[in-house]
């Protein structure tokens, strides 16, 4: 009686347990939307290849872009949810967190450049030498509003320029900005590592400004996401950070690919003329980005996404200098390294392997 009570009891049991286990579904894909700041340029490329190598599919993940124009346009729909993360400098967030400024509450998890994508360009015949001779000189910015001006501005002090005795205009990017360096309407000028690599493609010979060594080796551009975020969904914070890691090594790895990718996926955006000309013209643009994206100072760890605290005390000197702040933030509101060990748990040798043995469809 016994054992056929306990078989009964048991198989009531196993009935009630089929009865109320629900079949458990394959979870799709996350999706996230990461916003590139202005129009496409190939320093969007290692994303585009990563996604045609299987990276996103491997971590669950689908990845949408939007081109969106400037920090006042993203940061508030990053704030709202609608944008995961975006391409940024870390000035808004320092700014944010002074005295009666709105103290947005998100961090920067992924160093995504790591060296300043920011130069001071003049033309090769220029008197101007080294920043020293820029005193009294007119610098050509993208716009005032640009990220780089107090950076520039510490630079300038830095090197015993006052500030106040250069005359910065903004002249925008591309052509009407080389131009306003060719014809001498600007002494120099101060935009991103893609525009003087493309000018010098167009013919014009320039020289590169070099920088006090305090302001070499620190990151311009990070992935911020919000605080909730990194409380609530951690596990897409690492698998973006991941893919990310393993983007630039995989582009770095073969950079043709990487590039005929960016354009099949966009195919708009390919230079006019034989695939031979587009790729002599534009691997050495990318490849400037991508040497910015891969620079570790000497005894750093070759971590991907590391921040260091030279990044955030470099920017915020700067910050002072160019009088947009008077006190110094608590660094661990800005950024945090608590995910890298997840950003770098892959093989980088099997995706070097995989990129360049990658044919493309």
């Known amino acids: 009686m016994r054992l056929s009570s306990l078989v009964r009891g048991l198989a009531l049991v196993a009935a009630f347990a089929a009865a109320t286990i629900v079949p458990v579904r394959a979870a799709g894909p996350d999706s996230i939307v990461f916003a590139w700041p202005g129009p496409l340029t190939i320093g969007f490329a290692p994303w585009v290849f990563a996604q045609d190598l299987g990276f996103f599919k491997e971590e669950n993940l689908e990845m949408s872009v939007v081109s ?8 508030p729909q990053l704030m709202s949810g609608q944008v995961f993360t975006t391409f940024s400098t870390l000035d808004p967030l320092i700014i944010s967190r002074q005295p009666g400024r709105p103290n947005f509450d998100f961090r920067f998890v992924y160093n995504s450049a790591r060296n300043s994508i920011w130069e001071i360009s003049v033309l ?65 000028l101060n935009l991103f590592d893609i525009m003087d690599a493309q000018m010098k493609l167009e013919g014009t010979k320039i020289r590169l400004l070099k920088f006090p060594p305090e302001f070499t080796g620190v990151a311009s551009h990070a992935f911020p996401v919000t605080n909730k975020t990194i409380r609530e969904r951690p596990d897409l914070v690492a698998k973006f950070g991941r893919i990310s890691a393993e983007a630039t090594v995989a582009c770095n790895a073969n950079p043709t690919a990487c590039l ?11 230079p006019a003329g034989s695939d031979a000309d587009a790729l002599r013209e534009n691997l050495s643009l990318l490849q400037v980005r991508l040497n910015n994206m891969m620079i570790w100072q000497d005894g750093e760890p070759h971590q991907y996404g590391l921040f260091s605290p030279k990044d955030w005390t470099t920017e ?30 892959f093989d980088v040798g099997a995706v070097v392997r995989r990129a360049k043995a990658y044919k493309g469809s």
């Open 316 to 345: 915020i000197v700067s910050l002072k200098v160019g009088g947009q702040i008077t006190q110094d933030p608590s660094l661990d509101t800005l950024y945090t390294n608590q995910f890298v060990p997840e950003f770098n748990k």
């Open 68 to 75: 969106l124009d400037g920090s006042g346009v993203i940061l």
């Open 260 to 270: 005929e990718s960016y354009w099949k996926h966009y195919p708009e955006l390919r």
């Open 124 to 188: 090769d015949n220029s008197p101007i030498k080294s920043v020293k001779d820029l005193g009294g000189k007119t610098i050509g910015v993208g716009a005032l509003t640009f990220g780089n001006v107090s950076m520039t501005k510490a630079i300038l002090k830095q090197a015993g320029v006052d500030p106040s005795s250069v005359n910065f205009v903004a002249v925008g990017t591309g052509v009407p900005a080389f131009q306003a360096l060719r014809t001498g309407k600007i002494d120099a």
